[in-house]
């Protein structure tokens, strides 16, 4: 269609796929807002009035995108929005989305990074992307490392419920008492960085930094370890490092965020 066509075109059409967008910008702060909300609370996530808000919902119940609970008056979203959210998701590839991510982050910053994935006897390497200049180890796709001594491991021992990987500590520990103080402090410095940081423990001399990549319900699926050499004493190296493991923790959010996951600061 023309630039003259699309000016000619009735003013009602171009009204209605206004309507689309704004009716799907109601979905969005339905879905944003994270449970049952009052109508002042969908108009200002929306930017909308009230009145204009009330509208866009009336038609939104009706097609079943939005619900109202009689009681309160307040909308979330409804059983066609939450059918459409399932079906988009089990078109997902979350392994496909987070190995593409990857391979770009590795082209921008030249870091060598590994994919695991919690499996029956712990956290396994399922991908590698080697980096400039590449960092090889003996953990090769296939390998699976420890829990409590490495970077990929505290991603999933801080971020799954305990009772997940209780056996698996134990299988790591040889059936000896897990020390709970250790895990508890792995627990609470990972969650409170949002990343795990370790060096010299499995490798010497060799730095991973690990990050989660978390589905629609928050669990950890995969994790993505960079790797490097130990920390340089040259400010410009440190200033590339952390500009590196920043890229990190956001291209890791991002992937995140296309499987479902809610960022809540």
């Given at each position: 269609?023309?630039?003259?066509?699309?000016?000619?075109e009735?003013?009602?059409?171009?009204?209605?796929?206004q309507?689309v967008?704004?009716g799907?910008?109601?979905?969005?702060?339905?879905?944003?807002?994270?449970?049952?909300?009052?109508?002042?609370?969908?108009?200002?996530?929306?930017?909308?009035?009230p009145?204009?808000?009330?509208?866009?919902?009336?038609?939104?119940?009706?097609?079943?995108?939005?619900?109202?609970?009689?009681?309160?008056?307040?909308?979330?979203?409804?059983?066609?929005s939450?059918?459409?959210?399932?079906?988009?998701?089990?078109?997902?590839?979350?392994?496909?989305?987070?190995?593409?991510?990857?391979?770009?982050?590795?082209?921008?910053?030249?870091?060598?990074?590994?994919?695991?994935?919690?499996?029956?006897?712990?956290?396994?390497?399922?991908?590698?992307?080697?980096?400039?200049?590449?960092?090889?180890?003996?953990?090769?796709?296939?390998?699976?490392?420890?829990?409590?001594?490495?970077?990929?491991?505290?991603?999933?021992?801080?971020?799954?419920?305990?009772?997940?990987?209780?056996?698996?500590?134990?299988?790591?520990?040889?059936?000896?008492?897990?020390?709970?103080?250790?895990?508890?402090?792995?627990?609470?410095?990972?969650?409170a960085?949002?990343?795990?940081?370790?060096?010299?423990?499995?490798?010497?001399?060799?730095?991973?930094?690990?990050?989660?990549?978390?589905?629609?319900?928050?669990?950890?699926?995969?994790?993505?370890?960079?790797?490097?050499?130990?920390?340089?004493?040259?400010?410009?190296?440190?200033?590339?490092?952390?500009?590196?493991?920043?890229?990190?923790?956001?291209?890791?959010?991002?992937?995140?965020?296309?499987?479902?996951?809610?960022?809540r600061?």
């Amino acid at each position: 269609m023309s630039m003259q066509d699309h000016l000619e075109e009735p003013a009602s059409r171009r009204r209605g796929i206004q309507s689309v967008e704004i009716g799907f910008r109601v979905i969005e702060a339905l879905a944003s807002l994270g449970e049952a909300v009052p109508l002042s609370a969908v108009a200002q996530e929306s930017g909308l009035s009230p009145p204009q808000a009330h509208r866009y919902l009336a038609s939104l119940v009706a097609s079943g995108m939005a619900q109202q609970d009689n009681k309160t008056g307040r909308y979330d979203l409804g059983p066609a929005s939450l059918r459409l959210g399932l079906s988009a998701l089990a078109r997902i590839d979350a392994f496909n989305i987070a190995d593409v991510a990857i391979a770009a982050y590795v082209a921008r910053t030249g870091r060598t990074v590994q994919i695991a994935a919690l499996g029956p006897l712990g956290p396994t390497v399922v991908r590698w992307h080697m980096g400039r200049p590449a960092v090889m180890t003996s953990f090769n796709v296939g390998a699976v490392l420890p829990l409590l001594h490495s970077a990929t491991g505290h991603i999933f021992l801080s971020f799954l419920p305990e009772q997940e990987i209780d056996g698996l500590l134990q299988r790591e520990g040889g059936g000896e008492t897990v020390d709970v103080a250790q895990v508890q402090t792995i627990r609470k410095r990972v969650r409170a960085a949002g990343r795990a940081d370790v060096e010299g423990t499995l490798i010497p001399g060799l730095r991973a930094t690990a990050c989660p990549i978390f589905d629609l319900q928050g669990r950890p699926i995969l994790s993505a370890t960079a790797l490097a050499a130990g920390t340089s004493a040259r400010a410009g190296d440190k200033a590339r490092d952390k500009d590196a493991m920043a890229d990190l923790v956001e291209t890791c959010r991002d992937v995140s965020a296309r499987l479902g996951w809610r960022h809540r600061v």
